[in-house]
């Protein structure tokens, strides 16, 4: 383990943080952190920044190789099928990608994040509305209410039972906005 370990740390560090070691610099795998960098959706201008570092301990990053190894990288994470993934995951879109299928795919997984993320909010303020209908039954049959007092919590419990019920409409329209495919508008002429 500690063999697999160690020839990787110079990648794992140049790849997330902000300092690098002299040494870490002359170990470097330049095709590797490239690939790294590619797979994880960096954007290319990062990740030279990131190798920009090194030239402060004299050493000139190879970026020929960082470049091939990010390519390379960028067309694992560029598939279609890791666009869909990212985007069920909520990820935002970075536009490292220069394909339509990646986009498309992202955007049909993004869809569905959000109709769940809608659904997950339904479903919590519909509990927050049944609560709140439960306390205002409770201190409608208190009797130490005044007639005012009365009026608006009946207002209120009004209000509150037609938002429950729209959104207990939407929720019911929902699952079907993610069995529709993705539309994609070009605002181009």
């Known amino acids: 383990m500690r063999k697999w370990t160690l020839p990787l740390l110079p990648l794992i560090v140049l790849a997330g943080c902000t300092t690098v070691s002299k040494n870490e610099c002359l170990q470097a795998d330049w095709h590797g952190i490239g690939y790294k960098h590619g797979a994880d959706g960096t954007e290319y201008r990062d990740g030279i920044d ?4 090194c030239s402060e301990y004299g050493v000139n990053a190879d970026i020929a190789k960082y470049k091939v190894g990010y390519d390379q990288g960028l067309a694992t994470y560029c598939e279609p099928e890791n666009g869909f993934t990212l985007g069920m ?5 970075n536009g490292v990608c220069n394909s339509t299928a ?9 869809d569905r994040y959000q109709v ?9 303020r519909i509990d ?9 039954r409770g201190e409608l049959n208190s009797n130490q209410l005044n007639n005012t007092q009365q009026k608006e919590l009946y207002r209120e419990r009004k209000d509150l039972e ?3 019920k729209d959104l207990r409409k939407e929720r019911a329209l929902l699952p079907l906005l993610n069995k529709l495919p993705s539309v994609e508008i070009s605002t181009e002429w």
């Open 162 to 164: 037609n938002e429950r």
């Open 102 to 110: 990646f986009r498309k795919a992202w955007q049909e997984g993004n």
């Open 89 to 93: 995951q909520g990820a935002s879109y």
């Open 50 to 53: 990131a190798l920009s570092q």
């Open 128 to 136: 927050d509305i049944d609560r709140r209908l439960k306390d205002i």
């Open 116 to 124: 769940q993320q809608r659904l997950s909010y339904i479903d919590n």
